[in-house]
Every structure is written in C-alpha cells, then in structure tokens.
C-alpha cells in the first residue's frame, strides 16, 4: 500500500532474509540462544508486518464472468521477497470476485534469480493452462503479464460462476496452498491441493484461445482489457523451458 | 437506508484521492459521481497515510473492497424511498460487477466531518433484496391487466390528480362531510404546481416529478393533458367541459394510492467501454392492493399494475446491466447523478451545476 522506493525495499529484504537465516537456516553464523531468537523472531514479524504493507495489490486480470478488475497481491520489485516464499509466503488477504478460482503463473528468468534463504517456485518459463480444469464448461481463464523485477511474469487466472464440484483447484502460484477468502470473511486454507506440475500442464495454447477457454490482457495493460481470439496474441509460441524449478538462495534445486 | 444491515465505514473525504492513487486503482467515468477531492498536497497524503496505517487487517481488506468499488463501480443505482406518508430516505450504491453476487458498497456523507458514510455489502443482492422489502411491505397484491402508455407531462397531470382525490378525502374526514369527487381544471393545476414547489411525502406527484424531469408546468399544457386523461380513458368530463371525475380505472389508481404504503424510485447510470453514460429511471408505488410501476423513457411514461415477480424480474434487470464499464482514467469533473451528464463547474457560486437537469448537483 505503501509506495515503494526501491532503496528502502532492498534494505527491507535484506534485514527479512538475515532474520530468517538466523531463525531457520543452519550455518549462518554463530549458534543464538533461546532469548536472542525469540527477540529474533519477534523483529521478523514486525519487518514482515512491514513489508505487507508495501507489497502492491495490482490490477493483473479481468473476471470475464463478472467484469471486475481483479487486484491480487504481487511483489513485482523482485523475487526475493517473502511474497515468493514457496513454504510459508507473506501475502495480504487478496480482495477477489466471488467467481475466483484459482491463480497459476509462470516467469521467463532474464539474468540471475535472486538469492533468497527459503525455498522459490516461480513455475515454469512460459504459461500454461490446466486441461482437466480449463475443459469444465463453467471455467474461464484469462492470460496477463506483467514485469516482475528484471523478469517476465504470466499469470493465469481461473474463473467460475460456480465452481465445479468434481474437480479441485491446484495451489495457489508460487505457494503450498490453494487460499481465498470467502464472501462472508472466512479464510480458507488447502495445503493438500496438488502443485500444477502434477496436472498434466498444456503449453500448447492456441486451441484454449480460439476457442474463447483462455482470454488474453496485453502484457501490462492498464485497463485489463480482455482480449479473444488469436490476432494479435501475444502468448503464442513462448520459448521458455517447462520445468518446474525449485530455487534456494538463487541455486536451482534437484527435488526427489 | 435501515434495512440494510451490513457493516459501515467512515472514510475522511481528503484521504481518498491518495489512497486511490497510491494503491493503483483504475478509475472509470462514474466513479466521478461521488466527486472525490483531489489532495495534491503533502500534508493530506501523510494524512491519508497515517489514516491507512492505523487500520486493522481486517478493516484495510474491507476498505481495499470499497476503495476499488468507489474508483471504478460497474453501474451505480439511486433509490429514494417515500415510506407511507411520513420520510423519504435515499441511498446510493455502487456496484462491483453486473453479477449482483458481488459485492456492492451504499455510500452517503457522514453526520459528521468530511467522511463518506459507506456500507459494504457482501453482495449486490442485498440492495436488490432492500427494494423487495419495501415493495412487499408484508401484504398481499391483486393484480389487474393495467398498463398505460403515456407522455411524461399526461402522468404528472394524472397523478395530481390522484392527490387532489387524496386531499379531498382527508378534507371530507375532516370536515364529516360526504366525498366531493369533481375536480376542476383550476383544482389538478394547483395541485400540480403545489407539487413542483413542494416535496411532501404525502403526495405521490411531488416523488415522481423528480424521476420525470418535470421542473414548471404551464397552467394550459394541463388542461391539455386532463383532456387526454379523459380521451385514455381516465377521467369522465362533466358536460361544460369544466370538472372531471375518475372512472373506474381511475378510481381503481386513485384509491390504491390514496393510501400507498412506499414509494420507491430508482435511477441507473452505467457506462459502456467507450465511456458513454445511460440511465434507467423507474418508479414503484407500492399501493393498498396494488403494486404500480412507471418505466420512465425519455419521450414517455408507462403506467403497469404489477405482481412480485415482476417486480423482482425489473429490479434484478436494472440492477445487472449488460455493458462492462471501462476503467480507462478519467478528469476529474463530476456527473450528474440524475441523468450521468458531466457537470460544469460555475465560478461565481462555486459550484457544480448540471444544465441537462437544470439543477447545482450536490
């Protein structure tokens, strides 16, 4: 909410990852006792307090059901912020239509990925959609972009007017869970949703644009414009590896 | 309005501008309605910032809702409601989206200090749902196959009309005497002019001018109009041409108003992607037995004797336009809240009048 200077993120960001190194990662530093981490733990909440209030609720997508502009939380100065953090990221309560479904995305990685002291999955380097989601007649998803520090962010946004029964979401992008807020405040949190990686992710767009599954927002694109069709798309033929990538301290992991 | 319990806010007025501005949010054409000031300077943007900071999580997710409704509604709705014979109370809201699953917000001015009064609603429905409640006033309607056609200026006439009938049975209780039910050119004139110059909630004229636009009426237009009251059908006309008396259709209006339980009138604005504004107008007077509806069009009035469902269908078709406004940025002039026509700002007053409507908005 707050607006960002980018000096005072940095510095931000860096006092949160030496807190957290010094909380849970081993090797850093000298042992700490019991006082020290509790006063630790105690400074990481106010400075994660602090950076929620700075993290930008941007408009990223257009409900095509109901027509709003859907702002959603979205650290875009870099990925270093616990925003990105896959275990336990620090996100406001989003504001979104009651048609929400569900949010998946991707980044194409332009020079290093940042270091960070927790684990990152960005996803893959180009979007992708979810067949066996995007094929229910109810869902509608919407393609956007945006820059997200010195990289490329897509982000896919599923909406339903009601949500099919037989069928789960996946987790939410870049997190362990699938989270929303109902229309009466309740918070619902579902860690057991599976990653997209394990649902057959389709790369291959063009059909799920022509015929109207999948609409489009030009890349950063004020007014959220939704777009159909293949005219003009600029989402078709991605280059982009379609791993799943699994990121700590800037080193790309191997996940048994 | 009271019905409508559902949480409310108060935001300052100058902290607005920059909350908007700092959070990103898109503007659209109709937020312009609610002329929020534009705070350039430093002071108000610490101000506004202290005043976010100071709220709760739960309140900054409730106020992120609003702020977003406020900057770019999909459609707005003015109701006013006359409730029997005693207040008239108004309410605004602003619409997330066409699909009245989504949230809405009722924005007023606060008793106190520069704020918005603003009441969230979990779904546009509620809103809907209010208009019902004072439709349905908890008692049956009969319905009948009524459904006139008429210019705007005919319905005015037949509504004072309707009036003078109600205030000469007020008079005869009064007075213990029998009912006179002749009425004269000179008697629906006055009535009608009383009504431009008063807003009694007793009559019904005085409610419904307002949606029609009708702002002076010439003394000879009305005894045009009487006379097509009496061609449509209306009215029976005494052999001298002077007075009239209702027929049966008439009296079946006259007396179903004459003790009206609510009036309630609605306005609609929403904008296409282009930016163009329109509006809905419509009124519905909830009578003893009878519900009556006037679909306000620009060149006439239709008079319908409804049901419930009906009503429901009208309200829920009003309230869901199908255009998506666009969220484009707009200046920062206001629109009339009538008719969605932007305003001009008048510098020896200081303020903004509409020329459409012929009124200084508020």
């Known amino acids: ?256 | 309005m009271e019905s409508t319990s559902v949480p409310r806010v108060n935001i300052p007025k100058y902290a607005l501008d920059h909350l908007m501005d700092t959070q990103g949010l898109l503007r659209n054409e109709l937020s312009r309605v609610f002329m929020i000031p534009e705070t350039e300077t430093q002071d108000w943007k610490k101000y506004a910032l202290d005043w976010w900071n100071n709220q709760t999580p739960e309140n900054e997710h409730t106020l992120r809702e609003i702020l977003q409704i406020m900057a770019a509604p999909s459609h707005l709705a003015y109701m006013t409601v006359c409730i029997s014979d005693t207040m008239i109370q108004e309410a605004n809201a602003a619409f997330s989206s066409p699909l009245l699953t989504e949230p809405a917000v009722i924005v007023g001015e606060a008793p106190e200090g520069d704020n918005y009064e603003v009441k969230h609603m979990v779904e546009g429905n509620v809103f809907a749902n209010t208009i019902m409640m004072y439709l349905d006033a908890h008692s049956d309607i009969a319905t009948t196959d009524l459904a006139v056609e008429m210019s705007h200026l005919d319905l005015a006439v037949l509504l004072a009309t309707v009036d003078l009938y109600k205030r000469k049975h007020m008079l005869s209780l009064m007075e213990h005497l029998e009912v006179d039910d002749i009425l004269t050119y000179d008697d629906i004139d006055k009535s009608l002019q009383n009504s431009l110059i008063s807003n009694d909630p007793r009559w019904v004229t005085s409610f419904v001018l307002d949606y029609l636009g009708i702002n002076e009426v010439e003394s000879a237009s009305v005894y045009d109009s009487a006379q097509n009251l009496f061609t449509q059908g209306w009215m029976r006309m005494s052999e001298d041409q002077k007075a009239f008396s209702f027929t049966d259709h008439g009296i079946l209006l006259a007396e179903s108003i004459r003790n009206k339980v609510n009036t309630v009138g609605l306005r609609t604005l929403a904008s296409t992607m282009e930016g163009k504004v329109g509006s809905n107008k419509l009124v519905f007077i909830r009578g003893s037995q009878l519900l009556w509806f006037i679909e306000i069009q620009p060149q006439k009035a239709v008079l319908t004797s409804i049901n419930l469902d009906q009503a429901v269908e009208i309200v829920t078709s009003v309230l869901t336009p199908d255009t998506i406004p666009d969220s484009a940025p707009v200046s920062a002039d206001p629109v009339c809240k009538k008719c969605g026509t932007p305003a001009t700002f008048v510098e020896e007053y200081q303020r903004w009048y509409c020329y459409e409507c012929k009124e200084y908005i508020q």
């Open chain 1, 1 to 256: 909410m707050t607006p960002i200077e980018t000096q005072g993120y940095t510095n931000l960001i860096n006092e949160i990852h030496t807190a957290y190194r010094q909380l849970f990662a081993s090797g850093w530093g000298e042992p700490q006792s019991d006082e020290t981490l509790e006063q630790i733990s105690k400074e990481l909440d106010i400075l994660s307090d602090n950076y929620l209030k700075i993290v930008p609720q941007k408009p990223l997508s257009r409900c095509p059901i109901s027509g709003r502009v859907v702002y959603h939380s979205l650290d875009t100065l870099s990925i270093a912020g616990p925003w990105w953090n896959y275990t336990s990221p620090t996100r406001p309560l989003e504001n979104l239509p009651n048609t929400y479904y569900m949010l998946n995305g991707a980044i194409k990685m332009e020079g290093a990925v940042e270091k960070t002291p927790w684990q990152i999955r960005p996803g893959p380097e180009k979007p992708y959609v979810i067949p066996d989601i995007l094929e229910r007649e109810e869902v509608v998803a919407v393609l956007s972009s945006t820059k997200i520090g010195s990289h490329t962010g897509f982000m896919v946004f599923y909406y339903a007017e009601n949500w099919p029964q037989d069928v789960l979401p996946t987790k939410t992008w870049a997190c362990n869970s699938w989270k929303n807020v109902d229309r009466d405040g309740v918070v619902e949190v579902y860690p057991r949703f599976s990653d997209p990686a394990e649902r057959n992710p389709d790369y291959n767009l063009t059909e799920w644009i022509k015929e109207e599954k999948l609409l489009w927002i030009q890349p950063d694109e004020k007014s959220q414009r939704l777009r159909a069709g293949l005219i003009e798309c600029p989402y078709l033929g991605l280059e982009g590896s379609e791993d799943f990538p699994v990121y700590i301290e800037g080193e790309k992991m191997e996940i048994l």
